[in-house]
């Protein structure tokens, strides 16, 4: 397709399809370069329909024939599909077409990885696989025959036969295209059941490659977990006979919610303690949950078009973050969830790529699976729900999800559904899925004879094509402490409605000390004129977990700010706090761990950008290791008392307690390797009998420059396991100093493991260049442009990934003239080659346009 003239489409522009789809049947007979599909729908016109134009999307399919109703048609095969003159009463619709998965690196549509069959559908990748209405609105039953001599093959549903050399599946739930999957291979199953409230028996089984076995252990108890938590909580049971999990290693997502079959990267599902850190168990604990919410939020109750995508995705992301709030530290994982909306999501919205939560316009969906439809979309459902109270919430919900069961739905569906439960009028509050951008929120505040109050202003910087934004509903989560360190004021929420707000709080003896936002009640960013002395206190203090986190986190960015921009040495007063909190073992190590855990340099930059400064990324590091340095010093003769406090002893085990120990314990390493040349590290490598263990000294000593033997070892531990494989790739990159990083990478883009097909594989080098700061930033321009010549050879096999991967570039106007004229060269030297796919073309076009 050429790429100067790419189709826009509009969220205004929606029509409901002309037909009814009452049933789909699928014939597979699979070959690797020349699969046959045959399908056979029975369609029926509707008669009121505005646009009864019969058209079926397909892309790169090879039609062999087409009947309707057993008379042989030719249909018009045009630009991204066909269109067939049809009856005006109920028909069917055959035909049969050629795909080539071997082919199909674009992994969309039916592929093959490691000689394994398998799918992904979401969002547009079933017309890849046969004609069809390819929209999320236009669901069916779905019946799968499978023809091959895989020894195993599965689609959605309930098995309903097989025999020597075929299958067959059905799915009695109707669903959208984009749901449909099928897996066929060699495949081992690790089985359990689960039985369901109502009684009802679930067989459960996670399929992988044989060898992979003994890595489900984890992500099946995970499952059953799930599958619990989602009937007490929210009252949802499971719907079919049997519940499929595929472990695949070519995957360009984390994972896809297929009804009944769930594919996974294998990254998200295999898990073993040898293999895994605490911090991949509990991304697969999240993920298997993510996907089994899906039955319910996404599969049963969809979308109806792709502009809703954060339907799905915003509420599942919030009721997984629910889910492991519940299974672990409810306050750690908040601070997790804020430190990675800020890592992922205010960039976005900061930036060329802002968009709305509900966006309404695209080129290529692909381009929308971001921070702020999942993240941000996730934020907005949390602002409802402590607007409305856990009840009323609750409510609404079950309303949902008696209205919508089976329909494809929009935010409007959704915000009606609270209205309802609740009599609150939602208009104002629905700004947030159509305004794109971060709200600033300045706070000031005044006490006199007793009464305190505190004055809030609101606005939204602009951001592509929203020039002005109206005030929107802020839900903001005060309390108020004494000098003394009491609170004064328990946890209320003040809700904000206009540009400029007062709240006032009376009977106080003394001026108080407020905590605002707490919980961070709302994805805003705070800006009030505070003290380091206040921050302390509040570190010190502060009865809200997460505003004693933020405390601390405010105070690392100061000091951080004022070395970068006067040369001042690291604060007193912080190190001292620090020290203080490191100190108590009365507080949770896993909260001590966050605290120690500096904010990113990526962070530092945009602080001094919105300040007003250029960051400079070499100031950026150098803070950061003279903080880190003189931390160590200040630690050092607690430092071996604390990481022997906080060695785990005794066999692994993922649990949520352990795991904090063990990041505790491995910040006190990194900065013991400071000191001791490296000699603890050496000893825990060598004893180590987990991952985490070995991991956490691998990369303390490696970012010593003392991890030579070490990571040689590894590598020849590991070699022929892909996933640990990909931490080895990355942590080089990661740990490389500023001026060998980009050199680090491309010296690995030429080893014998790296494979440019394997999304994991190229996003462990290019993610790991991306995300060191100073390495990629470096003022040599040779990270741009090794990442641009990689972008540019990924194009032309997989163009999803690529384009996700330019979001490394969304920053660039925080940099100097000289860094932006070596990006802008980059990014125009992929936007000028020649074939360039619409998914890299629409995003470096939208970064080069702000
Ligand atoms: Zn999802």
């Known amino acids: 397709m050429a790429k100067d003239t790419p189709q826009t489409f509009y969220l205004k522009d929606y029509t409901p399809f002309g037909f009814d789809v009452e049933s789909v049947h699928l014939t597979f007979r ?56 049809v009856p005006s009463a109920p028909f069917t619709w055959e035909a049969e077409v050629e795909i080539n998965p071997a082919g199909n690196t674009a992994l969309e549509g039916l592929y093959m990885s490691n000689r394994m069959y398998c799918t992904q559908c979401e969002a547009e990748g079933f017309r890849k696989i046969t004609y069809y209405p390819d929209r999320p609105d236009v669901m069916s039953t779905f019946t799968v025959r499978i023809e091959g001599d895989e020894p195993v093959m599965l689609s959605n549903g309930n098995p309903v036969g097989a025999g020597e050399g075929w299958a067959e599946w059905h799915d009695p739930w109707p669903k959208p295209a984009y749901l449909f999957a099928l897996v066929a291979g060699d495949l081992v199953n690790h089985p359990g059941s689960f039985t369901t409230k109502s009684g009802k028996e679930v067989e459960l089984n996670i399929w992988v490659r044989p060898g992979d076995e003994n890595k489900c252990a984890f992500g099946m108890e995970a499952l059953k977990k799930s599958m619990k938590w989602d009937e007490d909580v929210y009252g949802l049971e499971y719907d079919l006979e049997l519940f499929n999990i595929v472990a695949v290693d070519d995957f360009n997502m984390g994972a896809m919610e297929n009804k009944g079959l769930n594919i996974f990267n294998s990254s998200c599902v295999l898990a073993s303690p040898e293999t895994s850190t605490d911090a991949n168990f509990e991304r697969i604990e999240a993920i298997i949950a993510h996907e089994y919410f899906h039955n319910w939020t996404g599969n049963r109750i969809t979308c109806r078009d792709w502009f809703q995508l954060c339907l799905k995705e915003g509420l599942t992301v919030f009721r997984d973050a629910q889910f492991t709030a519940d299974m672990r530290s409810e306050p750690v994982k908040r601070i997790d969830d804020v430190i990675t909306l800020r890592a992922r999501q205010f ?33 907005v459902i949390g602002m409802l729900k402590r607007l409305v109270g856990d009840e009323s919430y609750y409510k609404a919900l079950k309303l949902y999800f008696e ?12 915000l009606k559904v609270f209205e309802d439960a609740t009599g609150r009028d939602l208009s104002q509050f629905k700004l947030w899925y159509s305004q794109a951008g971060t709200p600033r929120v300045k706070v000031t505040e005044d006490y006199a004879g007793g009464t305190y109050t505190l004055t809030f202003e609101q606005s939204t910087p602009p951001t592509p094509g929203q020039p002005d934004k109206a005030p929107r509903v802020i839900p903001m989560a005060v309390g108020l402490l004494s000098p003394n360190g009491d609170e004064v004021r328990a946890t209320e929420v003040l809700e904000l409605t206009e540009a400029k707000q007062s709240f006032t709080f009376e009977g106080l003896a003394s001026k108080p000390v407020p905590s605002i936002l707490r919980e961070f009640s709302a994805p805003v960013i705070l800006e009030r004129e505070t003290s380091n002395a206040e921050r302390a206190f509040l570190l010190a203090h502060d009865t809200d977990p997460f505003n004693r986190w933020e405390a601390g986190n405010a105070l690392a960015k100061e000091t951080r700010v004022a070395m970068v921009l006067d040369g001042a040495a690291p604060d007193a007063a912080y190190l001292d706090a620090l020290e203080k909190l490191v100190r108590d073992d009365e507080q949770d190590p896993a909260f001590r761990a966050l605290v120690l855990s500096p904010p990113s340099q990526s962070d530092i930059a945009q602080t001094l950008y919105e300040r007003g400064y250029t960051p400079d990324p070499q100031k950026i590091y150098d803070a950061a290791e003279t903080f880190t340095q003189t931390l160590a ?86 070699q022929d396991d892909r996933l640990v494989m ?37 996003r462990a080098v290019f993610g790991a260049l991306a995300g060191n700061h100073a390495g990629f930033h470096h003022a040599s321009g040779e990270g741009y442009q090794l990442l ?38 980059q990014l125009s030297r992929i936007a000028g080659t020649e074939g360039l796919s619409r998914d890299t073309n629409e995003m470096v076009t939208r970064i080069l346009d702000a």
């Open 726 to 762: 990909d931490k080895w790739f990355a942590l080089q990159i990661a740990c490389a100093a500023p001026e060998k990083t980009a050199a680090t990478a491309k010296a690995l883009t030429q080893h014998a493991l790296f494979d440019m097909k394997n999304p994991n594989r190229f």
């Open 30 to 85: 699979l070959a690797p370069e020349t699969t046959r599909v045959l399908s056979r729908i029975r369609f029926a016109p509707k008669p009121d329909a505005a646009d009864k134009t019969f058209f079926l999307y397909g892309e790169e399919l090879q039609l062999i024939s087409a009947k309707i109703d057993g008379q042989a048609v030719t249909p018009e095969l045009v630009d991204g599909g066909l269109k067939c003159a």
């Open 633 to 718: 010093q200040q630690l050092e003769t607690s430092l071996p008392r604390l990481y022997a406090a906080t060695t785990v002893e005794g066999s692994y085990s993922p649990d949520a307690e352990s795991a904090g120990k063990r990041a505790l314990n491995g910040r006190i390493l990194s900065l013991l390797t400071r000191l001791d040349g490296g000699e603890q590290a050496a000893r825990q490598y060598a004893a180590a009998d987990n991952m985490t263990q070995q991991y956490a000294a691998l990369a303390a000593l490696m970012k010593a420059e003392k991890g030579e033997v070490q990571s040689r070892a590894f590598f020849e531990q590991w």
């Open 788 to 825: 641009a010549d990689n972008l540019i050879a990924l194009d032309k096999l997989n163009p999803q990934t690529t384009a996700r991967m330019c979001a490394a570039f969304q920053t660039w106007k925080r940099y100097d003239a000289g860094r932006q004229s070596l990006i802008r060269a």
């Open 403 to 414: 209205r919508h069961d089976g329909q494809a739905c929009t935010i409007e569906d959704w």
């Open 347 to 379: 960039p976005e919205d900061n930036g060329p790529l802002a968009h709305p939560p509900r966006p309404e316009a695209f080129q290529e969906i692909n381009n929308f699976y971001t921070a702020t439809v999942y993240e941000k979309g996730a934020e």
